[in-house]
């Protein structure tokens, strides 16, 4: 009788554990769909910010928090005139970078960010860009989703940058439910996304988000690669 019993909740236990399963499985499934459309609809992905050392990208990744990355590209020339190496930039005071980025928004904080972050690569790290993941989190001003960005395009890792776009199209898409905070995200990314696959899938993901499955305008379904597959949620 006990060992009936016994049957029985264990049964009940992998019944839910069976459909999380079938649910993952069938989101993997969908995901390299989507990937496979994104590879050939945008062929060419790669970070929009302009950048040809690993320096640059963690001072435009940060000047491009609520800031077009158009508008970074233009402001970091300025920036590199002045400054133009680590040493540079982590010899002038935060008011310098300041006045130079203030186009950008939040200019104090930013400045103070970049400021700190370029004297910590010069005196901790020989001016380099440090290649672990937990490293680049202490980094001043640099969270996970500029940590990621630098692991994927600067050196090759694996990565997932849950930006907006990568939040919002994800969430549309149904390759996660409702999840809005950007770790979470992340990690319920991590589960389906193939990881050599994960860095360029997001850079699509931005591209895509911006010419056909917009925010500020009702998404261009018609023309979408993905709208036989696409859950079209909060559509």
């Not at 009936?4 to 399963?21: A, F, I, T, V, Y």
């Not at 989507?34 to 320096?55: N, Q």
């Not at 998404?219 to 696409?230: G, Q, T, V, Y």
């Amino acid at each position: 009788m006990q060992k009936k019993e016994s049957q029985k909740k264990d049964s009940k236990k992998k019944g839910p554990e069976k459909k999380l399963q079938k649910e993952e499985q069938r989101k993997k499934k969908l995901a390299l769909d989507v990937i496979s459309r994104l590879k050939k609809e945008y062929p060419g992905a790669e970070c929009t910010l302009d950048y040809d050392e690993a320096w640059k990208l963690l001072v435009s990744v940060r000047l491009a928090a609520q800031c077009t990355d158009a508008r970074v590209n233009v402001v970091v020339e300025k920036l590199y005139e002045k400054f133009p190496d680590v040493e540079a930039l982590a010899a002038a005071g935060p008011e310098e970078i300041e006045e130079i980025v203030k186009p950008c928004g939040l200019g104090h904080s930013k400045a103070r960010d970049i400021s700190a972050c370029m004297r910590m690569l010069r005196d901790q790290y020989d001016g380099k860009v440090p290649d672990d993941f937990d490293a680049l989190l202490t980094l001043p001003g640099v969270g996970r989703k500029s940590a990621n960005l630098i692991m994927g395009d600067v050196f090759g890792k694996p990565a997932i940058v849950t930006d907006t776009h990568c939040i919002r199209l994800t969430n549309r898409i149904g390759l996660v439910d409702g999840i809005k905070e950007p770790k979470k995200v992340e990690m319920a990314l991590w589960k389906i996304i193939p990881p050599e696959e994960g860095n360029d899938f997001c850079h699509r993901l931005v591209l895509h988000g911006r010419a056909v499955c917009t925010a500020r305008t009702h998404p261009f379904c018609d023309r979408c690669c993905l709208a036989d597959i696409c859950g079209k949620n909060g559509i």
